[in-house]
């Protein structure tokens, strides 16, 4: 991946970029690299904005334990209603219960929210 990472956005088609980062991304899984594996989906998102690459960051971040990062991307996919959402907004919504109780149990609203890992896909505050 250090080789291709830098690459990727030099590709010219779209669908190149998309492979590469989806290659990446399911690579670091894996060898269960969620977190980078996370980034690398989110990089994807960028490029290819649809329901299935949000609810894959989400699931992604959710599987490496971070809850907060999972948590915001469940929040971000249970507010669209474009076509093809529909389809996750049970187990976004059970998910974000889910999360949701197990800050309020052990204390932590205060860390709900994540540190950016991509600039360019804007964190609530």
Do not use: C, W
Request: glycine letters at 8%; proline letters at 6%; a negative charge.
């Amino acid at each position: 991946h250090d080789v291709l990472f830098p690459a990727v956005k030099s590709f010219a088609d779209p669908k190149d970029q998309i492979a590469a980062y989806r290659l990446l991304g399911d690579a670091e899984v894996a060898q269960g690299g969620y977190q980078l594996a996370g980034v690398y989906f989110e990089y994807l998102y960028e490029v290819e904005k649809t329901p299935e690459n949000l609810m894959l960051i989400a699931v992604t971040y959710d599987m490496g334990g971070d809850l907060a990062r999972a948590l915001h991307f469940y929040k971000i996919l249970a507010g669209i209603s474009e076509p093809g959402a529909e389809i996750y907004q049970h187990i976004v919504r059970k998910r974000i219960d889910e999360i949701t109780a197990v800050y309020e149990a052990i204390n932590l609203g205060a860390t709900l929210t994540p540190e950016p890992t991509n600039d360019s896909l804007p964190l609530e505050r």
